[in-house]
């Protein structure tokens, strides 16, 4: 079914 | 000093059962505007993001912006010493140490405090840009909740596919397959009840059931939940909290292969 993706390579760490 | 009063203990006592899945710790930052928490599960694959707006509180002040370390685990075993028609307060002062939950009865005549000892942490903040979703589904939270949990039982993902004709809830294992399809709904009497469907361009996305398991325990906070989507970017589900805030939770989709 995928690999799962991770949150912060998404949205930039500030 | 840092002072929050809620007339029910029960909002907050289901917030903490609504995060308790993924967070064990996590930092809450108090300003004058409110109570915010940012954090990712340890696996970094989910992120929740919880508001509570200070006017939603019978009584709120703040002097002076904290960033206040807790322990969730020992939080939600505080909050679970409350009785829901207990009365809350938040207690702190300035450069604590420790947090104060105080409940009091509604007849007044029980009170109780339990001190918290406040955690350091690293903080980590992600920047999470305004997205126009192509896909918005508002819909009863009981439903999904079902629906997250009879998919479970045929494979460790949920594949959500929302179209013009409704949105479709798919788990496929080795036992075989299933799936559920919502139409919006025409006519309701109740709308919490409601299926809404907004959307731009179809979309299908993947997500692992664990977490979407993890999410609905907010549902007894609302009666609908809001899930927005569009390709390859994360799921955010939604649940308001009365009128004084929400919480999100953002899901990395899975990637093909």
Known sequence: TGTQGRIDSFFKIL | ?257
């Open chain 2, 1 to 257: 000093m840092f002072e929050a009063r809620l007339a029910q203990s029960a909002i907050l006592k289901k917030v903490l059962e609504a995060v308790k899945d993924l967070l064990s710790e996590a930092t809450f930052e108090c300003s004058d505007s409110g109570i915010m928490v940012q954090a990712m599960d340890n696996a970094h694959v989910s992120l929740v993001s919880l508001n509570l707006r200070s006017d939603g509180f019978d009584k709120f002040r703040c002097d002076r912006n904290l960033s206040m370390g807790m322990n969730i685990t020992t939080m939600t075993k505080i909050l679970r010493c409350a009785s829901s028609e207990d009365t809350v307060t938040l207690r702190a002062w300035d450069n604590p140490d420790n947090i104060i939950f105080i409940f009091e009865s509604p007849s007044k005549e029980k009170l109780a405090e339990y001190e918290m000892k406040l955690i350091n942490m690293d903080q980590e903040h992600l920047g999470i840009p305004e997205t126009m979703y192509s896909c918005v589904v508002k819909m009863p939270s009981a439903e999904f909740a079902r629906i997250c949990k009879d998919l479970s039982q045929f494979g460790e993902a949920i594949t959500i596919a929302c179209s013009k004709e409704g949105v479709k809830f798919s788990a496929a294992g080795d036992y075989g397959n299933a799936n559920i399809k919502l139409a919006q709904t025409a006519e309701v009497d109740k709308e919490e009840e409601a299926v809404c469907i907004d959307m731009q361009e179809p979309v299908k996305l993947t997500f692992a059931c664990r977490y979407l398991n993890s999410f609905v325990k907010a549902t007894p906070l609302c009666a609908q939940v809001k899930l927005s989507m569009s390709a390859d970017v994360p799921l955010v589900c939604e649940y308001s909290i009365g009128e004084i805030g929400h919480i999100r939770y953002y899901l990395a989709p899975k990637i093909d292969d």
